[in-house]
């Protein structure tokens, strides 16, 4: 039971389904042989999981090939593989300066990257996209959506020229896998990289990956895998290439749940709740003194919103709203805050999920009013900073 309002969806979906739950308890108690490691029916069960999950998240990208679903640590994990597995041996990447350092880290460790601009509101022009690929890109990884401010990009547009200049696509669905539609069908992306715990309602610790051609991604761990264990070789099948070792079958039944619940609920409802509740919250933040607002909003957006109190650094400004969990600072996207304008204050961001109600919107914006008002009375000073003699 948490003691404050939970507004750090962007983080992880603290609050989850009961069947996640009851699901992740049974299966370690009961279920915990490992997959895919011999012919017991318990070994059976676990790896049937697995096969379970691979089709519902199949179902929830619309992808034909569940069996090319890996699943992974995390939404990191995954961006890794998919990141180093192409590049490793040359090529350029295209990305976006609205990126997470999921992103921008292992391409600033290869070395051969742009980190294409975005406007005041966190939006990217595919024209920009297009205008930054060179003759040796190999690559686009486009965040989906901002995991700072909750601006959504155009993936459709990235897709058509990632496709016209049959150049690979990566989408880090981290912040929308479960939140917004995805449909591959349409999209033909080559990497689809997702969080396990955030919109899939899944347990802490989970992620997965989408390759369209396993053949042409190079693994980069390697071990047993339960297959071919005969070669030093690691398979290329999927997704054994990418199941080096004993993976977390409980937490993947469990996040096999949480995607079911996710289908059964509908995206199209999910998102249409988190965007009110943001809506609600941004809106009543825009009539105040001494606050400032980042990113679109509305139907630009997922249900994230950024915001600073004027006079206080964004740590400061999550301490004063201690009964709310937010997240303050930079939020791992050094060049998104950039953009934004936050690049010496960070920004505090309040993300709202399925199970949050326009009462915790309200509460929030109503301690954010009192805030601010505390800081315009103490003349910028918080209750942190000791008065200049």
């Given at each position: 039971?948490?003691?404050?309002?939970?507004?750090?969806?962007?983080?992880?979906?603290?609050?989850?389904?009961?069947?996640?739950?009851?699901?992740?308890?049974?299966?370690?108690?009961?279920?915990?042989?490992?997959?895919?490691?011999?012919?017991?029916?318990?070994?059976?069960?676990?790896?049937?999981?697995?096969i379970n999950a691979q089709n519902a998240a199949a179902e929830l990208f619309n992808?034909?090939?569940?069996?090319?679903?890996?699943?992974?640590?995390?939404?990191?994990?995954?961006?890794?593989?998919?990141?180093?597995?192409?590049?490793?041996?040359?090529?350029?990447?295209?990305?976006?300066?609205?990126?997470?350092?999921?992103?921008?880290?292992?391409?600033?460790?290869?070395?051969?990257?742009?980190?294409?601009?975005?406007?005041?509101?966190?939006?990217?022009?595919?024209?920009?996209?297009?205008?930054?690929?060179?003759?040796?890109?190999?690559?686009?990884?486009?965040?989906?959506?901002?995991?700072?401010?909750?601006?959504?990009?155009?993936?459709?547009?990235?897709?058509?020229?990632?496709?016209?200049?049959?150049?690979?696509?990566?989408?880090?669905?981290?912040?929308?896998?479960?939140?917004?539609?995805?449909?591959?069908?349409?999209?033909?992306?080559?990497?689809?990289?997702?969080?396990?715990?955030?919109?899939?309602?899944?347990?802490?610790?989970?992620?997965?990956?989408?390759?369209?051609?396993?053949?042409?991604?190079?693994?980069?761990?390697?071990?047993?895998?339960?297959?071919?264990?005969?070669?030093?070789?690691?398979?290329?099948?999927?997704?054994?290439?990418?199941?080096?070792?004993?993976?977390?079958?409980?937490?993947?039944?469990?996040?096999?749940?949480?995607?079911?619940?996710?289908?059964?609920?509908?995206?199209?409802?999910?998102?249409?709740?988190?965007?009110?509740?943001?809506?609600?919250?941004?809106?009543?933040?825009?009539?105040?003194?001494?606050?400032?607002?980042?990113?679109?909003?509305?139907?630009?957006?997922?249900?994230?919103?950024?915001?600073?109190?004027?006079?206080a650094d964004s740590f400061d400004a999550c301490a004063m709203l201690s009964g709310?969990?937010?997240?303050?600072g930079y939020h791992c996207a050094p060049l998104a805050h950039k953009a934004l304008?936050?690049?010496?204050?960070?920004?505090?961001?309040?993300?709202?999920?399925?199970?949050?109600?326009?009462?915790?919107?309200?509460?929030?914006?109503?301690?954010?009013?009192?805030?601010?008002?505390?800081?315009?009375?103490?003349?910028?000073?918080?209750?942190?900073?000791?008065?200049?003699?």
């Open positions: 039971m948490f003691t404050v309002i939970y507004l750090d969806n962007a983080a992880t979906s603290a609050q989850k389904p009961e069947i996640v739950y009851e699901t992740l308890s049974s299966f370690t108690r009961f279920h915990s042989a490992n997959a895919g490691r011999g012919t017991s029916k318990e070994s059976l069960f676990s790896l049937n999981a697995v992808i034909s090939k569940p069996q090319n679903i890996a699943f992974t640590q995390n939404a990191t994990h995954a961006l890794n593989a998919a990141i180093l597995g192409t590049l490793l041996k040359g090529g350029h990447a295209v990305t976006t300066v609205m990126d997470h350092n999921s992103v921008l880290r292992p391409l600033f460790r290869l070395g051969n990257f742009t980190a294409v601009p975005a406007d005041r509101y966190g939006f990217v022009s595919p024209y920009e996209l297009e205008r930054a690929i060179r003759p040796d890109t190999k690559m686009i990884i486009i965040s989906h959506a901002s995991n700072v401010c909750g601006t959504v990009q155009n993936i459709k547009s990235a897709a058509k020229i990632a496709r016209l200049r049959k150049i690979k696509l990566m989408i880090d669905a981290a912040q929308t896998a479960g939140i917004l539609t995805i449909d591959n069908s349409v999209l033909g992306a080559d990497f689809i990289a997702f969080s396990g715990h955030k919109g899939l309602m899944g347990p802490l610790g989970t992620g997965g990956l989408y390759v369209k051609e396993p053949d042409e991604l190079e693994p980069v761990i390697t071990g047993g895998t339960g297959s071919d264990s005969e070669a030093l070789s690691q398979p290329r099948t999927m997704p054994d290439m990418l199941h080096s070792g004993t993976i977390n079958t409980p937490a993947i039944a469990a996040l096999s749940e949480g995607i079911k619940f996710i289908l059964k609920t509908g995206t199209e409802n999910i998102i249409a709740h988190e965007r009110e509740l943001a809506e609600l919250f941004r809106s009543e933040l825009l009539n105040m003194d001494g606050v400032t607002v980042y990113g679109s909003g509305g139907n630009g957006a997922i249900g994230t919103v950024a915001f600073n109190i004027d006079g709310f969990a937010l997240r303050g304008g936050t690049e010496k204050t960070g920004a505090v961001r309040a993300s709202f999920g399925l199970f949050n109600t326009r009462a915790h919107a309200k509460a929030l914006a109503d301690a954010v009013f009192s805030a601010a008002a505390e800081l315009r009375a103490s003349n910028g000073r918080t209750f942190f900073q000791k008065p200049i003699d």
